[in-house]
């Protein structure tokens, strides 16, 4: 299965997943409507794959810190303001 193939698949699991949705915003917007929410999700869907993806590849590659160190302020000289 190509690529192709893997993105056919899961377009058809996304709007299986989600056909209760899309039929309600058909019946209170219209099939137009609906077919631009679709393409909406799946334009998401595809970005947040893409970047969760690279930041994986960034990660993976060492080129993101994962932990910082962590530097206690220095007490400041004046007394904190009381709150009546």
Same mark, same amino acid.
């Given at each position: 299965? !190509?690529?192709?193939?893997?993105? %056919?698949? !899961? +377009?058809?699991?996304?709007?299986?997943?989600? *056909? *209760?949705? #899309?039929? #309600?915003?058909?019946?209170?917007?219209?099939? @137009?409507?609906? +077919?631009?929410?679709?393409?909406?999700?799946? !334009? #998401? &869907? $595809? &970005?947040?794959? /893409?970047? /969760? !993806?690279?930041?994986?590849?960034? %990660?993976?590659?060492?080129?993101?810190? $994962?932990? @910082? =160190?962590?530097?206690?302020?220095?007490?400041? =000289?004046?007394?904190?303001?009381?709150? $009546?």
């Amino acid at each position: 299965m !190509g690529v192709a193939g893997l993105w %056919c698949a !899961g +377009t058809a699991k996304i709007i299986s997943l989600n *056909d *209760d949705f #899309f039929r #309600f915003l058909a019946q209170q917007r219209g099939a @137009r409507f609906a +077919t631009m929410a679709v393409s909406m999700q799946l !334009g #998401f &869907y $595809t &970005y947040s794959g /893409f970047a /969760f !993806g690279l930041g994986r590849l960034r %990660c993976a590659a060492g080129l993101v810190q $994962t932990r @910082r =160190e962590i530097v206690p302020l220095e007490p400041s =000289e004046e007394p904190a303001p009381e709150s $009546t």
